[in-house]
């Protein structure tokens, strides 16, 4: 017992479940404790990018010694386009199976959308070579400061694989202060994890007051079709890819991924549960070059649980206004899903893609900020997935790494 209660995973179920209590009787009084969320989202932000910046510019250094660091960068995106598209295919299917737009009734999501804006809901979807351009930085510095997570991640692999470049002796200099900091950081975040279940409890306590559960009556068929879908990937796709394709056995998998999946359910960051997933990992028997190269990568462009979230949208919002989707219609949702998902910040909050994605196919966005209202609820399940779907990839990924 005295050994269970050492375990911070305990707390933090312990606090979620005290949160939804507390959220249940106070309502949107329940508010008073969010800033304990909000203080240690901000903790964690604090350390995210350093985080971040090091351990792509560590990995990258010693992925690029290995004879194999041209496959693992190939595996690792095409691991996370290849289970984002499914993923997308899933929602679509659910969506076209079940129809969760045709019997709501347009009074109620008109009166529980009115005071929010579609902002941004003109803006075009940014094209591939926008996309493509935007993810290097002019300013590396700024790129820092702004918290730009995409550039970042590229100018650390270009300076990690520059290192892995230079004569033995200068770069074992380099790697070797480089762990380093990464030993200090990892660190910090040890001891900002203590503070986990006190912002778990204001988190939790603050979305269950302010939602409830009455107001996803009308949506409830959008929920319960999204929990089906993150279901069939997480439980189902993610871990027959980690059976069939990695060194892991799916009991240590499994059991290692309870801890990052509590706190990415109660933080929905992805970024704030990025050292919690890297100790999972290790925890799994990733080595931590591959984690410290996967899953900053998989933080920032591995969103399976979003692209799910905006497929449903679209067949949700294309029902309810009567509209019929055609195939073209569905490959640009699939292809707007996929590409846009890439570089969305690792934060919670509403995203605008949702709004790219329903222009994409012709589908009005009055009804979408109903949406924007509950999206602390799904983003939770969606961030879930996401870091679900990272580890199962440094899993993968790992196997190729040759050890030298």
């Known amino acids: 017992m005295k050994k269970l209660l050492k375990n911070l ?7 979620m479940i005290i949160g939804i209590v507390v959220g249940i009787f106070m309502g949107p009084e329940a508010s008073m404790f969010k800033p304990l969320g909000d203080l240690f989202i901000q903790l964690i932000k604090m350390l995210v990018v350093p985080l971040v910046l090091v351990s792509i510019i560590s990995g990258a250094a010693a992925l690029g010694e290995t004879k194999s660091a041209g496959l693992i960068g190939f595996v690792s995106i095409g691991f996370m386009m290849v289970t984002t598209v499914i993923a997308i295919v899933v929602a679509l299917v659910l969506g076209e199976v079940f129809q969760p737009g045709v019997s709501v009734d347009h009074n109620v999501v008109t009166s ?26 002019a300013n590396p510095i700024q790129a820092l400061t702004e918290g730009n ?10 300076f990690g694989f520059g290192i892995s470049a230079l004569p033995a002796e200068k770069r074992t200099k380099m790697s070797n202060g480089l762990n380093t900091i990464l030993e200090a950081l990892i660190w910090c975040i040890e001891k900002v994890m203590f503070v986990a279940p006190f912002g778990v409890f204001g988190l939790i306590a603050d979305a269950t007051g302010t939602f409830g559960f009455s107001v ?6 959008v929920l319960w079709i999204d929990i089906i ?12 890819c ?12 499994f059991r290692a991924m309870v801890k990052p999946q509590i706190v990415s359910f109660s933080t929905a960051s992805s970024l704030a549960t990025l050292p919690v997933n890297m100790e999972a990992c290790n925890e799994m028997g ?6 410290g190269f996967v899953l900053p990568l998989g933080a920032t462009i591995n969103m399976s649980g979003n692209a799910i979230y905006y497929a449903l949208l679209a067949t949700f919002f294309a029902q309810f206004y009567g509209i019929d989707l055609t195939m073209a219609d569905y490959v640009s949702i699939t292809i707007v899903c996929a590409l846009g998902a890439i570089g969305q910040a690792g934060v919670p909050g509403p995203t605008l893609l949702a709004a790219a994605v329903l222009v994409a196919a012709g589908i009005p966005l009055e009804g979408l900020p109903l949406f924007y209202a509950l999206d602390r609820i799904f983003d939770m399940m969606r961030t879930t997935l996401n870091i679900t779907g990272d580890a199962a990839c440094a899993a993968v990924v790992d196997r190729f790494v040759k050890k030298e």
């Open 216 to 221: 996803l009556i009308q949506v409830a068929n």
């Open 286 to 291: 990733v080595s931590k070059q591959t984690s």
């Open 229 to 240: 879908a993150i279901l069939i990937i997480g439980v189902g796709l993610f871990p027959l």
């Open 9 to 15: 995973g305990v707390w933090i179920i312990i606090a």
């Open 242 to 253: 980690v059976a069939l394709f990695s060194r892991v056995k799916l009991k240590d998998y």
């Open 112 to 137: 529980l959308a009115a005071g929010y804006e579609v902002a941004g809901g003109a803006a075009p979807a940014m094209g591939f070579w926008d996309t493509v351009i935007g993810m290097i930085p």
């Open 149 to 158: 997570i995409l550039q970042i991640i590229i100018f650390g692999l270009f």
